[in-house]
């Protein structure tokens, strides 16, 4: 079922092509699921669950909204290394908050959910940009916190600043995430935007 072969990548448009191509949705139990090593390194650097209130609805919702949301807000896995047709193991590094409101509710951990699987190893740099732009997302999209203090203390814990550069914001996996917002104040002006209506297909 797996390919063990992991493939390559010229970019990461590239990349996110192919999750959207080989990512497949399927139902797995709790047990089988854990975090990836990059992911949990970048919630040791800095977690990110912590701005959310899980602990305090998750356990409130039924199984049936909670797989509501699994597909609403995707968690996103490969198949672990280690993984074998005993004792099958999925990486996550997508939906990560998703998969914390699940842990959060104290479901059995034979409850299953849906998840989308890609079957074959990625290469980890990709991984870590795809966990950075998950995390990032929640700041300069979702605008669940906007304070520009708070935001830069987040990004200077997942982003090395480049040798001799000025801010993260000249980092290689920065640019490559957001090639526009190349400075403190792009940034801040970036989080003081605010749309509040909502844009029809048919809009130029």
């Given amino acids: 079922m797996a390919n063990t072969k992991t493939p390559t990548f010229k970019n990461y448009?590239?990349?996110?092509?192919?999750?959207?191509?080989?990512?497949?949705?399927?139902?797995?139990?709790?047990?089988?699921?854990?975090?990836s090593k990059v992911t949990e390194q970048l919630l040791l650097s800095a977690n990110v669950v912590t701005l959310y209130k899980s602990n305090s609805n998750s356990s409130a919702l039924s199984v049936?909204?909670?797989?509501?949301?699994?597909?609403?807000?995707?968690?996103?896995?490969?198949?672990?290394?280690?993984?074998?047709k005993k004792k099958p193991r999925f990486d996550i590094f997508g939906g990560v908050i998703t998969y914390q409101r699940l842990l959060s509710a104290h479901l059995?951990?034979?409850?299953?959910?849906?998840?989308?699987?890609?079957?074959?190893?990625?290469?980890?740099?990709?991984?870590?940009?795809?966990?950075?732009?998950?995390?990032?997302?929640?700041?300069?999209?979702?605008?669940?916190?906007?304070?520009?203090?708070?935001?830069?203390?987040y990004l200077e814990a997942w982003i090395e600043k480049p040798k001799g550069a000025n801010s993260i914001f000249q980092s290689q996996e920065w640019l490559t995430l957001y090639p526009e917002l190349t400075s403190k104040a792009k940034v801040a002006s970036w989080l003081n935007v605010t749309n509040k209506r909502f844009v029809s297909n048919g809009d130029k």
């Fill in 13 to 35: 448009a590239d990349f996110t092509a192919h999750l959207a191509s080989a990512a497949t949705l399927i139902h797995l139990p709790l047990s089988q699921l854990q975090l």
């Fill in 64 to 84: 049936g909204a909670l797989r509501a949301q699994a597909i609403q807000n995707p968690i996103i896995a490969m198949k672990a290394k280690y993984s074998s």
């Fill in 108 to 153: 059995d951990k034979n409850c299953s959910f849906p998840v989308l699987v890609v079957n074959n190893s990625l290469p980890e740099e990709y991984i870590k940009l795809f966990t950075l732009h998950d995390f990032t997302r929640l700041f300069l999209h979702d605008a669940h916190i906007t304070e520009f203090k708070t935001v830069m203390r």
